[in-house]
């Protein structure tokens, strides 16, 4: 059977992304390593060849989403990877947040074997994943941005064409690198506040209306009991996970090192959020690094 789709990795978002194109009416076949994400994903409409070679040779388009750059590479560069399966003509769309620099390489070899190539990485979590909402920044040719538009904006709201390859991976790292870092700050500010006997909501909502103000403050308060919907509320679950943002953070140092670039307050963030891990912090929502610096009592 040949599928307008072959969707690669299952996971919190490939499964929700993917079911968004079943529902748009595409002929999507998932595959992961996870019989179980599968499953769900047949049960919920979509369909799966015998083997990923056969789902990628049938497919007009591939989308991967998956943990990191070495899955990526190893997907599509293995001997019986994506690159060798497709079919001339098969656009190539990877999801996944991985280096910049592995972005290029996978895309070049891509473009040596005539295929056209984008990288496609994500804002907007899994609530945007399953509510179709996702934030697309997207690095590629004008060409490869265009044809890939169409099936990305069954999967999300914004889709940005930031520049070429890489350049979708360099603008998310650097977007979550600045969030991570914020997060550190915001928290530090409300416990200083809350040292010196102030509520951190009056404190919260006048730091929101004066120069100090940023997205932590308005939408995603660390401190428990602050924002109703903030994870802070809800014993920092859901979210984005604080080993998804270390991740993120090694990306950013990984790439500054590459590229002789400074980035002293990333590489503290990171080690600040690879304590909080180490500590069993590494499945709670990023945010938790608010509890970190707790006074001690
Ligand atoms: P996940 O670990 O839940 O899913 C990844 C899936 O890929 C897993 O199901 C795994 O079994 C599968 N997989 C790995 N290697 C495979 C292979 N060779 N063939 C087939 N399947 C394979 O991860 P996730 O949370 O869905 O995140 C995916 C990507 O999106 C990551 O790069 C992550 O950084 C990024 N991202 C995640 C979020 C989030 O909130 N979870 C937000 C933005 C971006």
């Given at each position: 059977?040949?599928?307008?789709?072959?969707?690669?990795?299952?996971?919190?978002?490939?499964?929700?992304?993917?079911?968004?194109?079943?529902?748009?009416?595409?002929?999507?076949?998932?595959?992961?390593?996870?019989?179980?994400?599968?499953?769900?994903?047949?049960?919920?409409?979509g369909?799966?060849?015998?083997?990923?070679a056969?789902?990628?040779?049938?497919?007009?388009?591939?989308?991967?989403?998956?943990?990191?750059?070495?899955?990526?590479?190893?997907a599509?560069?293995?001997?019986?990877?994506?690159?060798?399966?497709?079919?001339?003509?098969?656009?190539?769309?990877?999801?996944?947040?991985?280096?910049?620099?592995?972005?290029?390489?996978?895309?070049?070899a891509?473009?040596?074997?005539?295929?056209?190539?984008?990288?496609?990485?994500?804002?907007?979590?899994?609530?945007?994943?399953?509510?179709?909402?996702?934030?697309?920044?997207?690095?590629?040719?004008?060409?490869?941005?265009?044809?890939?538009?169409?099936?990305?904006?069954?999967?999300?709201?914004a889709?940005?064409?930031?520049?070429?390859?890489?350049?979708?991976?360099?603008?998310?790292?650097?977007?979550?690198?600045?969030?991570?870092?914020?997060?550190?700050?915001?928290?530090?500010?409300?416990?200083?506040?809350?040292?010196?006997?102030?509520?951190?909501?009056?404190?919260?909502?006048?730091?929101?209306k004066?120069?100090?103000?940023?997205?932590?403050?308005?939408?995603?308060?660390?401190?428990?009991?602050?924002?109703?919907?903030?994870?802070?509320?809800?014993?920092?679950?859901?979210?984005?996970?604080?080993?998804?943002?270390?991740?993120?953070?090694?990306?950013?140092?990984?790439?500054?090192?590459?590229?002789?670039?400074?980035?002293?307050?990333?590489?503290?963030?990171?080690?600040?959020?690879?304590?909080?891990?180490?500590?069993?912090?590494?499945?709670?929502?990023?945010?938790?690094?608010?509890?970190?610096?707790?006074?001690?009592?």
């Amino acid at each position: 059977m040949n599928s307008e789709i072959a969707f690669i990795g299952l996971g919190h978002m490939g499964l929700p992304m993917a079911l968004n194109l079943v529902h748009a009416g595409l002929t999507v076949s998932g595959h992961d390593l996870v019989a179980t994400s599968v499953e769900k994903f047949v049960a919920g409409g979509g369909s799966t060849h015998a083997d990923l070679a056969a789902a990628v040779g049938a497919a007009k388009i591939v989308i991967t989403m998956l943990p990191a750059s070495r899955h990526v590479e190893s997907a599509y560069l293995g001997a019986n990877g994506i690159l060798a399966q497709a079919k001339p003509g098969t656009l190539l769309i990877d999801c996944s947040t991985i280096s910049p620099d592995s972005a290029r390489k996978v895309a070049a070899a891509a473009r040596d074997k005539g295929f056209t190539m984008v990288d496609a990485p994500v804002s907007g979590g899994t609530a945007g994943a399953a509510a179709g909402t996702l934030t697309f920044i997207v690095g590629g040719s004008d060409a490869g941005f265009a044809a890939a538009k169409p099936y990305l904006e069954k999967m999300g709201k914004a889709i940005f064409h930031a520049g070429d390859n890489g350049s979708g991976q360099t603008v998310k790292v650097c977007n979550n690198m600045l969030l991570g870092i914020m997060m550190v700050g915001t928290s530090e500010a409300i416990r200083l506040g809350m040292a010196n006997g102030m509520n951190p909501k009056v404190l919260s909502e006048i730091m929101s209306k004066s120069s100090g103000r940023n997205w932590v403050l308005e939408v995603y308060n660390p401190c428990p009991g602050v924002m109703d919907t903030a994870p802070a509320s809800h014993d920092y679950s859901g979210g984005f996970g604080v080993d998804l943002m270390l991740k993120d953070l090694g990306l950013a140092e990984e790439n500054a090192l590459s590229t002789g670039c400074s980035v002293p307050l990333g590489s503290l963030a990171r080690n600040l959020y690879d304590i909080h891990s180490k500590s069993g912090a590494g499945g709670l929502d990023f945010s938790s690094i608010f509890s970190m610096l707790a006074k001690a009592e």
